[in-house]
């Protein structure tokens, strides 16, 4: 599973201009985007790579040991410093914004100590669910996937 998302772009003679690309970025993960560029001397041939943890929906497909979770989730990354309660809680919103569907499960590299197996979170005002909190060694670490 990747914890990047991003893209490459190519140009012969000139920079790539990475304003023209920065739409594709998903607005979750706007404030982490990372760009690198290289040259090819001799031949002008300029790359530029676009770079964000991902904070969006992606398909999981064949991916999982044992089929645990497939089809769309939220892959979100977890900052340093941030609190995984409130990152889970905006990773199962997006889950129901993008995806019309109550979220059920978080999956986690490594559950925190004292971490109670279930988390309410509020949807909308009328929508509150309780996920059930998994911990798997498939989960990229510093991630939640919500499904």
Avoid at 98 to 127: D, H, M, T, W, Y
Wanted: proline content about 5%; some cysteine.
């Amino acid at each position: 599973m990747c914890a990047y998302e991003g893209g490459e772009m190519r140009t012969d003679g000139k920079p790539v201009n990475v304003d023209n690309w920065a739409e594709l970025v998903p607005g979750d993960a706007i404030d982490d985007v990372t760009v690198k560029r290289q040259v090819e001397d001799g031949l002008g041939v300029h790359h530029a790579w676009i770079l964000w943890h991902a904070r969006e929906v992606v398909v999981l497909d064949g991916e999982i040991p044992d089929n645990a979770v497939h089809g769309e989730v939220v892959l979100w990354w977890v900052a340093p410093g941030e609190r995984l309660s409130w990152n889970i809680d905006l990773a199962a919103t997006l889950y129901w914004l993008k995806l019309g569907e109550s979220p059920r499960e978080v999956f986690i590299r490594k559950l925190p100590a004292n971490c109670p197996c279930e988390l309410e979170v509020q949807l909308s005002n009328k929508l509150r669910v309780s996920l059930a909190l998994k911990e798997v060694l498939w989960a990229p670490t510093r991630f939640v996937v919500v499904a």
